[in-house]
Structure formats: C-alpha cells, structure tokens
C-alpha cells in the first residue's frame, strides 16, 4: 500500500515558475518509479516526467528544457520544477507510482490544480 499527496500548485502568469512535490507513504520499497501526469478540461490524462528508482529520468517533448522530475531518495518525496510556463501547460497535475503489479502505473494522488495565465 502505498499513499501519494501532492502540493506546490497555484496560479502563475505565462513565463513563471512553479515547483510541485508528492510525498509518498506507505510501503516505499515496493516502489519502482514515480510520475507525473497531468490532465486539462476536456483532454485525456497525459504523461509529463517520471524517474525511476535509480534516478534515471524523462521529460515529454514539449516540457524539456523547462521541467525538471527529481527525487529525495531516503523520503521518496519526488519534486516536479516547472520553468517558463505556459497557458497549455494549465491542468490537473497527478503523481503516481508503479509497484511492479502489471499497470504502469498503480497508485496516485488526488492531484493538485496548476493555472497558467495569459
């Protein structure tokens, strides 16, 4: 079992930063790699970063240069810093981690709302 919360989401104007943060709880040792995702009104849930246990990480396309996935590996506390926001990058922002049970991802947050004004 595995419990996940995130914070850090706010309204920001268009070339702001925001930094987000999931604490984890829970069985901790049972987890592979953490996530971001993020979902806007009307459009399916999307990948933004993850990072896998060993701290390997990856960025969607459109977010490289600007986003960066890292994580505290004795609390798993993963960060998201966002830099040079965007209008589309306004969404629902989830953290979610894979425990190895078949699904890439298993366990999420409940998500945390991020606002980018133009």
């Known amino acids: 079992q595995v419990q996940l919360v995130e914070s850090g989401g706010g309204l920001v104007q268009a070339g702001g930063s925001l930094r987000l943060s999931c604490a984890a709880s829970g069985r901790l040792f049972s987890i592979f790699n953490m996530g971001w995702f993020r979902q806007a009104p009307g459009k399916e849930r999307e990948f933004v970063a993850k990072i896998t246990r060993s701290g390997d990480t990856d960025v969607r396309d459109d977010a490289k240069g600007r986003f960066t996935v890292s994580r505290d590996r004795a609390s798993y506390t993963m960060y998201l810093q966002m830099n040079s926001l965007r209008p589309e990058d306004t969404a629902v922002y989830y953290c979610?981690?894979?425990?190895?049970?078949?699904?890439?991802?298993?366990?999420w947050g409940q998500g945390t709302q991020v606002t980018v004004s133009s």
């Open positions: 979610a981690a894979d425990t190895g049970t078949g699904l890439e991802f298993d366990y």
